[in-house]
């Protein structure tokens, strides 16, 4: 409990002789304690809780808790109103009050637009606490309560919507002056311009408002956000500024003159109004290295594509090229290798046929050595006919090799029987062969 | 409500879930607590639920159903909840539907559709039911959707009755943040009022319902609350007065009409309900009327009673209140001076003649907190209801967890300091001194308590004696002289400007009993040296959670100072872990 309790009762004063080291002297401890529960109820109990789950004594507790209720105060206190207020601003005549600055006055101007109704209320009670008449006249100082007055105007616009819209409308205060050119291109761009949106954003009628962004937005959150300032719906008007028409009935004519001449300007400053906010956007459009950015990638999108195409094609002809070179230069070869066979082919015939003919002219010959295999005398012509054919019909039924065998067998030989027995020789192996039957050759 | 902030959105509200009667509390967005009236305009809503042809009755409406349709009439379920039908008494559905056995413990066999067949209903459906009338009329109130609550619930409700109930809050969409008893948030509601002071004192919450009564002993130390003792009645209520109305009202009618109403149900019924009524009214004013159209054969009766009349009648009942109250005081070793204020709480208590009884009963240092005693006491019907709304904005933007580690028998079984710790003034002599206590008895530790001491007026070297104090109950014959030690009781209470003397010569006592404080074991002893002329000595005392004590002893507004530590007693398991 912090509550000290105050005991009227003095205290005994020190007998002499008493003395104790550091004046303390501990005699005994404390009786022992009964176990019981405590109702978990109430502010003091989730204090103790705190206290004994943290395992925080009495001193820490309530400093950190002093340090979080403080934190708390700070941040409601963060947006509370007290501004210093100006000396000239307190010189103020009431009877000015389309050129006061409603806001300064209630102390809310770093709030403007933004500021609540409640807020609005309790500012505006906390200056009339300050600024009331009766306490200025209490403090001994005149009665003068224009200031009082121009709080009271304040109040009154600012708690009216409509009003409070036409004074918005107009509200210097709480312009953003558009960077140049040149400070955009030197600072952040996103930091310079968003305040300005975010200002000119108080116009809009549509909500909420899409926000500039930083330099990792989206193409179409980009796209979507001039879109929209391009397209901005704004409910800013200007009332405010215009003209008092005369009330009084007397000339009906100055007073029609005066309404027309302040509608005419009312329209004039919306048109112009648009068009800055168009240029401004216009502005921030030529500025944004966003839209530079999202362009360039476009063309190159769209580049790449038509290069790939033109590279695709290039491609696909070289490759044509080369597949028809390739097919030529496979054909040629054909044609050489078929036409070196060809020539080759007809070489080793002829060889082979020059041999084949020269082995049969051995064969024959060997014949006739062997006398055509008859004994004794000439040969009659039948016989040599004889023979003749049967040589040519070996020659016929061995092929070449055979004949080339055979030829080398015979070739040299000039004894008859010897030619003979070559020849029954071959005759047998061809006859086992099977090509000729047996008994064909009669002449061996 | 500052709960809309949490992350799962809580609107939280307190509901005083009791026998006979319910009632639904919020706090508004300032912290103060306000009762919510339902679609009816009842801020005490009957605990009742009946049904006819299908369709669902709840509060007043129901109640009036106990006239003709009791079957289908369901009645003080609260207490059979979590239990099982061997351990209830089922005596208060007497006149209601009856309770029956089920296998999940109770169950009301009842027509609650518009088919003919009865159905049975357990006591945790009928329950989930009428949390979920309560939650609506809740939310129709506050505009938003409740989602969690604090329940109060009786002292002795056991942990399957908790569990039981927490069951069925679950099915009526309900969140139990925390089960609270019903005394301490009685205590509660009293000490969340803004010109409330804390001080150390024993409270003695008296709970007296429509079928039953509970008294607790409560030890409000720092704004923290130890139960000493409860004790409970389960037959003594409001009930109990209704019959001393309902047997005299019998007779009067039997008087003129020979014939015994009590005999026929309806007619007991209607005697009941009309009963109630007028000891109501009677609680409010001095004479009442009882009315009933047709109590029995068609016989309209009309009377008044006033309210002498009616306690006179009463007297022995409320003789057994009071006998249980004192019950409770003894049960906790301490004596009726020992009290230094009493709640009543639950509806019976608006009858006067209790309130005025504890006045005699208890000295006049004790303050009774009820609407016939004191005009600054809030309504007992809502007390409970208002207690756990306040709570229940206090702990909605907690976690479950936070709240479950926060009420975990590891925080919450602490030591109590057993003896009184004070300081010794005018002499250092234990027997001539006087005894000013700093920590009262049943404090929970850790604890901490400053008091500035005044020095003798030259000043000087003063001596600072901690000792244990005992209470002690004085008892003297009345003298004309007054005391020479005067120490009445009320001094110890800051906020209570009753400090002067206590003897009242009209008092029919032959005796006169007062609390005296005698110092015990001597703690500590410390020296102030040279206190200036008219100074004041600081004493703090921290008793840690070890029961070791560090004492800070300085001169105000200087410097320095003398600290000191007293070592833990060697007995003691240590409480906190």
């Not at chain 1, 084949?356 to 006739?368: E, S, T």
């Not at chain 2, 976690?399 to 003034?425: F, N, R, W, Y």
């Amino acid at each position: 409990m912090t509550a000290v309790t105050q005991v009227a009762l003095p205290l005994p004063i020190l007998p002499e002789g008493w003395s104790a080291e550091k004046d303390f002297k501990a005699v005994g401890p404390l009786s022992p304690p009964t176990q019981r529960n405590i109702e978990p109820v109430g502010p003091h109990f989730l204090a103790h809780a705190r206290r004994k789950r943290h395992k925080r004594t009495f001193s820490e507790d309530e400093r950190i808790q002093a340090q979080e209720t403080a934190k708390k105060v700070e941040d409601d206190d963060a947006g509370e109103i007290s501004e210093p207020e100006d000396p000239l601003m307190l010189q103020r005549d009431a009877k000015d009050w389309k050129g006061q600055d409603h806001y300064a006055v209630l102390g809310l101007s770093k709030h403007r637009y933004r500021a609540t109704e409640d807020q609005i209320k309790r500012a505006h009670r906390k200056k009339v606490l300050k600024h009331h008449p009766d306490k200025k006249a209490a403090a001994g100082s005149t009665e003068d309560d224009s200031f009082f007055k121009c709080i009271q105007k304040a109040t009154e616009v600012l708690l009216d919507p409509v009003k409070r819209r036409q004074f918005d409308s107009v509200d210097e205060g709480a312009n953003v002056e558009t960077p140049s050119k040149k400070q955009t291109q030197r600072g952040n761009f996103y930091k310079l311009w968003n305040p300005v949106f975010d200002s000119e954003a108080r116009f809009s009628k549509v909500h909420p408002v899409p926000c500039l962004g930083d330099e990792n937005s989206s193409k179409d959150d980009v796209y979507n956000f001039y879109e929209f300032w391009y397209h901005f719906d704004s409910w800013r008007s200007f009332e405010y500024q215009d003209e008092d028409v005369p009330d009084d009935n007397e000339n009906r004519d100055q007073k029609r003159h005066v309404e027309k001449k302040n509608q005419n300007r009312r329209k004039k400053l919306k048109t112009e109004d648009t068009q800055r906010l168009r240029k401004l956007v216009d502005d921030a459009l030529a500025l944004d290295e966003r839209i530079k950015k999202f362009k360039q990638q476009e063309y190159n999108e769209k580049n790449k594509k038509k290069l790939e195409k033109e590279a695709e094609a290039k491609r696909a002809q070289e490759e044509a090229k080369k597949a028809k070179e390739e097919e030529a230069r496979l054909a040629k070869e054909r044609d050489e290798a078929e036409k070196a066979e060809k020539a080759e082919g007809k070489k080793a015939k002829e060889a082979a046929k020059n041999a084949a003919k020269k082995n049969k002219r051995v064969l024959r010959g060997a014949a006739k050595d062997a006398n055509y295999f008859h004994e004794g005398g000439n040969a009659p012509a039948d016989k040599i006919d004889k023979a003749l054919a049967d040589v040519d019909l070996v020659i016929a039924k061995i092929d070449n090799e055979q004949l080339a065998l055979l030829s080398s067998k015979l070739n040299g030989k000039t004894d008859a029987a010897e030619i003979k027995s070559i020849f029954v020789d071959e005759v047998k192996t061809i006859t086992g062969a099977g090509k000729i039957k047996e008994g064909e050759i009669k002449s061996f | 409500m500052s709960a809309e902030e949490s992350a799962p959105a809580r609107t939280a509200i307190g509901i005083g879930f009791g026998n006979s009667y319910s009632s639904i509390a919020y706090t508004t967005g300032d912290g103060k607590a306000e009762v919510i009236a339902n679609e009816e305009g009842d801020r005490q809503i009957p605990s009742i639920l009946s049904y006819i042809e299908g369709e669902e009755f709840q509060g007043t409406q129901a109640k009036a159903q106990l006239i003709r349709n009791p079957k289908n009439t369901v009645a003080y379920f609260r207490d059979f909840l979590g239990k099982d039908f061997k351990s209830i008494d089922p005596s208060p559905c007497h006149a209601s539907a009856h309770p029956v056995e089920h296998s999940s413990g109770i169950a009301f066999s009842i027509r609650d559709t518009e088919a003919e067949s009865e159905n049975t209903v357990t006591v945790s459906e009928i329950t989930t039911r009428h949390l979920k009338r309560l939650k609506t009329s809740a939310s129709d109130f506050l505009g938003k959707e409740v989602n969690a609550a604090v329940i109060t619930v009786p002292t002795d409700y056991s942990v399957a009755q908790k569990e039981g109930l927490k069951a069925s809050a679950k099915g009526a969409g309900i969140e139990v943040l925390q089960f609270i008893h019903e005394p301490v948030s009685a205590v509660l509601a009293y000490d969340a009022r803004p010109d409330a002071k804390l001080s150390d004192k024993i409270i003695l919450v008296a709970d007296l319902g429509g079928t039953r009564s509970d008294v607790a002993v409560v030890a409000s130390r720092g704004g923290m609350y130890s139960i000493l003792a409860t004790a409970h009645d389960y037959d003594l209520g409001g009930a109990k007065l209704d019959k001393v109305l309902i047997d005299h009202f019998a007779k009067e009618f039997i008087k003129k009409h020979k014939t015994d109403p009590r005999k026929n149900e309806r007619s007991l019924a209607k005697l009941k309900l009309e009963s109630e009524a007028t000891r109501k009214a009677l609680s409010l004013g001095a004479t009442a009327s009882f009315s009933v159209e047709s109590l029995a054969d068609g016989i309209d009766f009309t009377a008044t009673i006033n309210r002498t009349r009616f306690e006179l009648l009463a007297n022995k009942v409320f003789g057994s209140f009071i006998r249980l109250i004192e019950g409770a005081v003894q049960k906790a070793e301490l004596d009726v001076l020992d009290i230094d204020e009493i709640i009543l709480t639950g509806g019976t208590s608006h009858t006067p003649k209790i309130a005025s009884n504890l006045q005699t009963h208890f000295p006049q240092s004790t303050a009774i907190l009820a609407p016939a005693t004191s005009v600054t006491a809030i309504n007992p019907s809502e007390l409970s209801a208002r207690g756990a709304a306040i709570q229940a904005s206090l702990i909605a933007e907690y976690d479950t967890e936070d709240i479950e580690q926060s009420t975990h028998p590891m925080v919450t079984v602490t030591p109590h300091i057993s003896k009184a710790i004070g300081v010794l003034c005018i002499s250092d002599d234990e027997q001539k001194g006087i005894f000013k206590k700093l920590v009262e008895a049943e404090t929970a530790v850790p604890a901490r308590r400053t008091a500035h001491f005044a020095v003798p007026r030259e000043g000087g070297d003063v001596i600072v004696k901690i000792c244990e104090g005992v209470r002690e109950i004085k008892v003297s014959k009345p003298e004309p002289k007054p005391k020479t030690n005067g120490k009445p009781e009320g001094e110890d209470d800051v906020d209570d400007d009753e400090d002067d003397e206590d003897e009242d010569d009209e008092d029919e006592e032959d005796e006169i009993r007062e609390k005296v404080w005698k110092a015990g074991k001597v703690l500590a002893e410390t020296a102030v040296k040279g206190v200036k002329k008219g100074g004041k000595v600081e004493v703090q005392v921290n008793v840690g959670g070890d029961l070791a004590v560090q004492l800070i002893v300085r001169e105000v507004g200087g410097k320095g100072g003398v600290r000191g530590n007293i070592g833990k007693p060697t007995t003691v398991e240590n409480g906190s872990a």
